[in-house]
């Protein structure tokens, strides 16, 4: 007769064992479903880096005004429900809509409007025309907003349309840039911008150490060094290249109109064939950076700023290494709060700024959505390929 409590044991024993081994095995046997247990690259990536201390030069601070925090402008009941009685409009202003970045802003400023009872009147779109974005703002400035916010394409040009506005009573909030010889708290209330010179250091920086800080790099951006946010990235990307002495800058390629930087870019591939690698001032130049080293066959490494779901596929395939990405809807809520606050007869400091948020493959997901607000399209989660979190 068979001894049972000897089997009884050994049965045990083995199921122990297995028990064991199952619990043994890797994470990565186990199904991927982002946003499921990011891995410790992603984590660290979406810590937000500190502010840069101060903001773009204006009337009353040559050195910048300080750098605010975005989220630092609070409303009682009382405030909300005043706003709501006020029935106050407003009207916006855009540089262009062909991008994610504006749509992003419209839509965090819209909502939180909303939130306030503040009627948005007006959406207008200059397609990258300075000419247009006057027209467009005059146009603005006649259906008599109680706010404007815009994003000035030429800050010399176009400052005097915009001091017509202040003069009709106008509130005025900026997104990124200031117009020239305009004053915080007089002509215009505030701008409410991304640490852009942080967020292209960041991306250069990414780009430095990808090709080993050795070899030939270029910047391509746009042609309006006064364009104060776009200026900044410059120089964040010039620094981070200036640190590494094995890096050469060996042009600065300009463009005034976002498709354009296609030409642009295949004209510095071709002058240029030891050419590794390019900081672009935003993503949709970037994309047509990407395109021109296709077609000419070339191997490009390509770092930029701003990021959202066309953005994030480039991302995902490895087109982009790195995003130093800004916070568009994060920048709409805190550009119609200080509205509000305005509105309210509140001070608001003249600078308010929102912290870098770096991208890369490996926490693409995560960002896209601080970055969106919304659950990432199915579209990038599959070119990740689980690999982003």
């Not at 916006?92 to 409007?113: C, E, F, R, S, Y």
């Not at 800050?155 to 997104?175: C, H, N, T």
């Not at 047509?288 to 700023?305: C, E, H, P, S, Y």
């Not at 770096?358 to 601080?370: D, F, Q, T």
Request: charge should be positive; include cysteine.
């Amino acid at each position: 007769m068979p001894n049972l409590s000897r089997i009884a044991g050994h049965a045990a024993g083995v199921l122990a064992f297995a028990l064991t081994q199952a619990l043994a095995l890797p994470a990565i046997a186990q199904p991927y479903h982002w946003p499921d247990k990011p891995s410790p690259e992603a984590t660290a990536l979406m810590a937000p880096l500190p502010l840069s201390p101060r903001g773009q030069p204006v009337v009353g601070f040559p050195d910048g005004p300080p750098a605010v925090a975005a989220d630092s402008l609070k409303f009682t009941p009382e405030m909300i429900a005043k706003l709501k009685a006020g029935k106050f409009t407003a009207g916006l202003v855009m540089h262009t809509m062909d991008a994610g970045w504006p749509k992003l802003q419209i839509t965090g400023i819209t909502n939180t409007l909303k939130s306030f009872g503040i009627e948005v009147i007006g959406v207008t779109d200059a397609k990258f025309q300075p000419g247009k974005q006057i027209a467009d703002l005059e146009q603005m400035i006649a259906r008599k907003p109680d706010v404007i916010f815009s994003i000035p394409i030429d800050p010399k040009s176009e400052s005097a349309a915009y001091r017509k506005a202040a003069a009709a009573g106008i509130k005025l909030v900026f997104m990124d840039n200031v117009p020239t010889d305009m004053a915080p708290g007089k002509d215009y209330v505030s701008v409410v911008a991304s640490d852009n010179e942080r967020n292209a250091y960041y991306a250069a920086k990414e780009l430095v150490g990808a090709i080993g800080g050795q070899g030939e790099v270029g910047i391509i951006t746009l042609v309006y060094d006064y364009y104060y946010s776009v200026a900044a990235r410059k120089i964040g990307a010039q620094k981070a290249f200036a640190e590494a002495p094995g890096v050469k800058v060996v042009q600065v390629g300009t463009f005034d109109a976002p498709e354009k930087a296609y030409n642009v870019a295949t004209a510095m591939l071709t002058a240029h064939p030891n050419l590794k690698g390019v900081f672009v001032a935003w993503d949709t130049p970037a994309q047509q950076v990407v395109a021109a080293a296709k077609t000419l066959g070339r191997k490009l490494i390509v770092v930029t700023n701003d990021l959202a779901a066309d953005s994030a596929l480039n991302v995902a395939r490895g087109e982009f290494l790195a995003v130093g990405a800004q916070r568009p809807y994060d920048q709409g809520v805190a550009e119609a709060q200080a509205a509000a606050y305005a509105l309210l007869g509140q001070q608001v400091p003249p600078y308010l700024s929102v912290p870098t948020l770096r991208v890369k493959k490996a926490n693409l997901l995560s960002a896209l959505a601080a970055v969106t607000k919304e659950p990432p399209p199915a579209s990038v989660i599959k070119v990740c390929d689980n690999a982003c979190f």
